[in-house]
């Protein structure tokens, strides 16, 4: 087997070369640059054959440096390359498993697997009943495609533990990657805020996404270093990592972004919570009681709100003061006026939703006049309905926001379970990543809807199986010891 796999290589290896050769020759007869698409579209088909695992989770890592185009025929929007190839995988993977139809029964038991199987089972019915049916139908391919990928067929490939730590490599590379891309498009202008909101494109349509993408690798690269010799990092790999929290804090600063400082404080009270052994369903009744006190003194609490009048600042200590300002804020304001408007949307259709992917043509007509900003639109240019779960719920319904508010709720249960009950250190540490990481999304997405696109929708569903592979791998490994 290793000697066959050695002489695939070694073919796949002169098949690639050739095609190189062939290219440079092109190229310097003809003038025509784009001729290399042809070794590295040669070179990836190859190493999907050759390594699959290997190839779908570095197309994963590689969304960050994707680049979305908004219309590629019959108003599709797709984002290059990852996305085509994420289609190819979805295909493949769903003709694996009707043919070799596997899956151990405990997998299927799993309650973060039926959990995400309700979720996608609803996703499609709300499509069924939806007021526009084939916005909701594309909407809910392209998301199907991508749990199947990296939900489900992560659940194959990151049983491998030396495949997650692959996954966790990549994604820190083409982050850093895009940061000094933009750190270095940013500094021609002075690193000035206004700059800022346009800056990653084309591989980011706002400074909101970038900046909670990048969010996404920071718990990797903290956890990378104060565990260096766990994970067998040298004193130069060491530095490396050290050098990339650095660019990417700062790329964090530059960004002017203040869902992702929240997000980021939030990280690091759970990883607090956690270093203190503080039990998760205690953590749930203090959710729950603060909440249960935050609306019985909301007129207190909207009161004291309404006397911040700090907007939005190239300086970093107001730019996150004004994160509470909802009287002067535009931008706050505006996500106001989209949640009511998800609310009232819901009173009309509180089972199905309007449908998924829906919200951005249908929500204009629920907005009230007292309530417009100075960049209210009826159209939705300006983003969705800025949270995950005020979208879910006009889109969706009540049972659409529920199930994406379990698997949320949950995810956090299981990285809490696997910290607390692995004795392998480095399964508690991979734990603590992938909860980490998803606690930045979650909090950015009570602000934002970003989990339609690939460069948010594959860390979060690949950190999703992560975190179940884990669980998996530690209650075995339980099994084995008690045996």
Request: glycine share 6%; with cysteine.
């Amino acid at each position: 087997m290793q000697k066959s796999f050695k002489y695939n290589g070694f073919i796949a290896s002169l098949i690639g070369l050739g095609l190189g050769i062939i290219s440079l020759l092109v190229y310097a007869i003809f003038d025509f640059p784009y001729v290399f698409l042809i070794p590295i579209t040669g070179f990836m088909l190859l190493f999907a054959l050759l390594r699959l695992d290997k190839f779908a989770i570095l197309i994963g890592a590689l969304a960050p440096l994707s680049i979305n185009v908004d219309d590629v025929g019959a108003g599709l929007g797709m984002a290059f390359p990852t996305e085509p190839l994420i289609i190819l995988l979805f295909a493949l993977l769903i003709f694996y498993y009707l043919k070799h139809f596997n899956i151990p029964l405990k997998l299927i038991k799993n309650p973060m697997v039926l959990l995400v199987l309700a979720y996608i089972l609803w996703l499609w019915i709300s499509s069924i009943f939806s007021v526009q049916p084939w916005v909701s139908f594309k909407f809910a391919f392209s998301r199907t495609w991508y749990i199947v990928v990296f939900f489900f067929g992560g659940l194959w490939w990151f049983r491998k533990q030396s495949n997650i730590r692959f996954f966790l490599i990549w994604q820190v590379v083409f982050t850093v990657a895009l940061a000094l891309y933009t750190i270095f498009k940013h500094s021609e202008f002075g690193f000035v805020r206004g700059a800022s909101y346009g800056i990653s494109w084309p591989f980011f349509p706002d400074h909101g996404m970038y900046a909670a993408c990048l969010a996404f690798a920071i718990p990797i690269l903290c956890i990378f270093i104060f565990n260096a010799k766990q994970f067998n990092l040298s004193k130069i790999g060491s530095g490396v990592v050290i050098g990339a929290f650095v660019i990417l804090l700062f790329a964090i600063v530059t960004s002017y972004t203040r869902a992702t400082w929240l997000s980021l404080v939030a990280a690091l009270a759970v990883y607090l919570i956690l270093y203190l052994k503080i039990k998760f369903r205690y953590i749930l009744i203090a959710i729950v009681l603060i909440g249960s006190i935050g609306l019985a003194k909301q007129d207190q609490i909207l009161y004291s709100l309404s006397a911040n009048k700090q907007g939005s600042s190239d300086e970093l200590e107001g730019h996150v003061k004004s994160v509470s300002n909802i009287t002067t804020d535009p931008s706050n304001m505006e996500r106001f006026n989209r949640w009511s408007c998800a609310l009232r949307m819901a009173e009309d259709k509180p089972f199905f939703g309007f449908g998924p992917g829906t919200f951005v043509f249908e929500y204009g007509a629920y907005q009230k006049s007292d309530e417009l900003t100075i960049i209210s639109t009826f159209f939705g240019e300006l983003g969705d309905a800025h949270s995950e779960y005020f979208s879910a719920l006009a889109e969706m319904g009540y049972p659409g926001m529920f199930l994406w508010t379990a698997i949320f709720l949950y995810s956090v249960a299981l990285g809490f379970k696997v910290y607390y009950g692995s004795k392998n250190r480095q399964i508690r540490n991979t734990a603590l990543i992938a909860l980490l990481a998803l606690i930045t999304y979650y909090v950015h997405a009570f602000l934002n809807n970003y989990s339609q696109y690939d460069k948010v929708a594959v860390p979060l569903w690949c950190f999703l199986s992560i975190l179940v592979c884990l669980d998996l791998y530690s209650e075995n490994q339980a099994r084995v010891e008690q045996e």
